[in-house]
């Protein structure tokens, strides 16, 4: 079955503690991509990459990292995360066609508190 | 940046009825797509639709890319269809995703 993975999918964490989510992709997608998603502000963009070794900077970049060793798994990293981070956290991946980017797919998301 | 912006914020419809859900957008677009958030978080694409007319069963789907918007329809709406739809663009020369936070849809019976 063709799906986006990631773990956790929930956890409860304390400032500072450096914490990764994994994500992994089973479609040989180029392109992955981490979203967070806070109240009245829709899912905002974090890192993306266009293919192993190759990744950049969304829109909220600030406080986390991100390495593509493999093409299948795109981990996010919050090396010392803070209460700002508690968010719901969104993995996606999708083909790339003649430089444009095709059908997204969604991980079913992971819930982030940080106390 | 590019702006995404989705109208109406908040919708209720009761069930059967039909409604039209909008996206507008202030630059050129490579692609864009509809998503509908169940009310358990679950992401599900609806339409890959970055130019012309789509449909799937009850909802189809226009974009307008030289007038930048898309307009997602749902008729004979059910209570399933609750949750909340995105539109999302990534625009011409750039690889980021931009979201639109999103129109929340209620369906009574």
């Known amino acids: 079955e063709a799906q986006v993975t990631q773990n956790p999918r929930y956890l409860i964490t304390v400032t500072g503690k450096k914490l990764t989510v994994t994500c992994s992709q089973n479609m040989n997608h180029e392109y992955m991509s981490w979203y967070r998603q806070d109240p009245g502000l829709g899912l905002r963009q974090i890192y993306y990459s266009m293919n192993v070794e190759v990744t950049d900077k969304g829109d909220v970049p600030e406080g986390y990292k991100v390495s593509r060793k493999e093409k299948r798994n795109f981990p996010l990293i919050l090396e010392s995360p803070s209460p700002n981070q508690t968010s719901l956290y969104f993995c996606?991946?999708?083909?790339?066609?003649?430089?444009?980017?095709?059908?997204?797919?969604f991980g079913p998301g992971t819930r982030l508190t940080v106390l | 940046g590019i702006q995404v912006e989705q109208s109406p914020p908040d919708l209720i419809l009761q069930e059967g009825a039909n409604s039209t859900l909008r996206c507008n957008f202030s630059?050129?677009?490579?692609?864009l797509q509809w998503f509908h958030q169940n009310p358990w978080g679950q992401l599900i694409n609806l339409f890959y639709?970055?130019?012309g007319t789509k449909q799937n069963g009850r909802l189809s789907a226009t974009t307008v890319a030289t007038e930048r918007y898309s307009l997602l329809y749902i008729s004979s709406s059910q209570t399933t269809d609750s949750g909340v739809y995105f539109c999302?663009?990534?625009?011409?020369?750039?690889?980021?995703?931009?979201f639109g936070i999103g129109t929340k849809l209620q369906v009574i019976p």
């Open positions: 639709i970055p130019s």
């Open positions: 999302a663009v990534e625009a011409w020369g750039y690889q980021k995703v931009t």
């Open positions: 630059d050129s677009v490579n692609n």
């Open positions: 996606a991946s999708s083909s790339r066609l003649a430089e444009i980017t095709d059908t997204q797919y």
